[in-house]
């Protein structure tokens, strides 16, 4: 079921989409259909052309990172959940280049809340993928270099997506209260899993993209079409968690 979900939510993120419109345009061309063929070709260009526009990309995203608000002070809890990214394990490189600028900002946000606490446990969280390492062991090893202490640090190797991650963390959270680490755009999804769980989750959301950069290479952009297939990911999350009764 896990292998289903990554595979068809592949093919339902803007780059495949507009792929398969241009590959259509293609397949009417090729047969001669020349009005079909413009049509799909023009809608492929529309596509794109919106996508990668700045003003429509955070539109798109917004509403998933304005769901809750930045944590700025820290609460009085037990317990930090860092919710897993990606990484990619290399020894001849530095831990901050081998685990995804994501996870970093993730991370970094635990680590803020650790520094404003005693005897608070931070967990991070993830598996292994098609890695040698697990994430949890990586966001490990890259708090240790961030003054975090080893025996403060619970690592959930496990977990290979969000729901995972709430029936693997409620075994050693419960009912406490817990400061809830992910990105913006991810928060709305993950606070359902763990509210739908009975656990008392206090959002810290980080890693926010639907803001304004300034320039003029900036309205017009790959990094907007990024936000879009983020975007893109999330609601088709939410809907997943939906059917499958996990919110």
């Given at each position: 079921?896990?292998?289903?979900?990554?595979?068809?939510?592949?093919?339902?993120?803007?780059?495949?989409?507009?792929?398969?419109?241009?590959?259509?345009?293609?397949?009417?061309?090729?047969?001669?259909?020349?009005?079909?063929?413009?049509?799909?070709?023009?809608?492929?260009?529309?596509?794109?052309g919106l996508l990668s526009f700045q003003p429509f990309s955070n539109a798109i995203l917004a509403p998933l990172?304005?769901?809750?608000?930045?944590?700025?002070?820290?609460?009085?809890?037990?317990?930090?959940?860092?919710?897993?990214?990606?990484?990619?394990?290399?020894?001849?490189?530095?831990?901050?280049?081998?685990?995804?600028?994501?996870?970093?900002?993730?991370?970094?946000?635990?680590?803020?809340?650790?520094?404003?606490?005693?005897?608070?446990?931070?967990?991070?969280?993830?598996?292994?993928?098609?890695?040698?390492?697990?994430?949890?062991f990586m966001q490990e090893k890259l708090a240790i270099s961030l003054g975090v202490k080893k025996e403060d640090?619970?690592?959930?190797?496990?977990?290979?997506?969000?729901?995972?991650?709430?029936?693997?963390?409620?075994?050693?959270?419960?009912?406490?209260?817990?400061?809830?680490?992910?990105?913006?755009?991810?928060?709305?999804?993950?606070?359902?899993?763990?509210?739908?769980?009975?656990?008392?989750?206090?959002?810290?959301?980080?890693?926010?993209?639907?803001?304004?950069?300034?320039?003029?290479?900036?309205?017009?952009?790959?990094?907007?079409?990024e936000k879009v297939e983020v975007a893109f990911h999330e609601y088709i999350g939410i809907a997943w968690a939906?059917?499958?009764?996990?919110?």
């Open positions: 079921m896990f292998l289903f979900k990554k595979i068809v939510s592949a093919f339902l993120m803007p780059v495949p989409i507009g792929l398969i419109l241009l590959f259509i345009a293609f397949i009417y061309l090729i047969f001669n259909s020349y009005n079909k063929a413009k049509i799909y070709s023009f809608l492929s260009i529309l596509w794109f990172e304005n769901s809750h608000k930045a944590l700025l002070s820290t609460p009085n809890v037990e317990y930090i959940l860092v919710l897993g990214s990606g990484h990619s394990s290399d020894d001849s490189l530095s831990i901050t280049s081998q685990v995804k600028t994501t996870a970093i900002n993730r991370l970094i946000e635990g680590i803020r809340h650790y520094k404003n606490l005693e005897n608070a446990k931070l967990i991070v969280s993830g598996y292994s993928g098609f890695d040698e390492n697990t994430h949890a640090i619970i690592r959930l190797d496990i977990p290979n997506d969000t729901h995972q991650e709430v029936i693997e963390s409620k075994r050693i959270i419960g009912g406490n209260g817990f400061i809830l680490v992910t990105s913006a755009s991810h928060m709305k999804r993950s606070m359902l899993l763990f509210k739908k769980e009975g656990l008392n989750a206090i959002a810290s959301p980080t890693n926010h993209l639907a803001f304004e950069d300034k320039g003029y290479n900036e309205v017009f952009s790959s990094k907007n079409l939906y059917i499958r009764g996990f919110i």
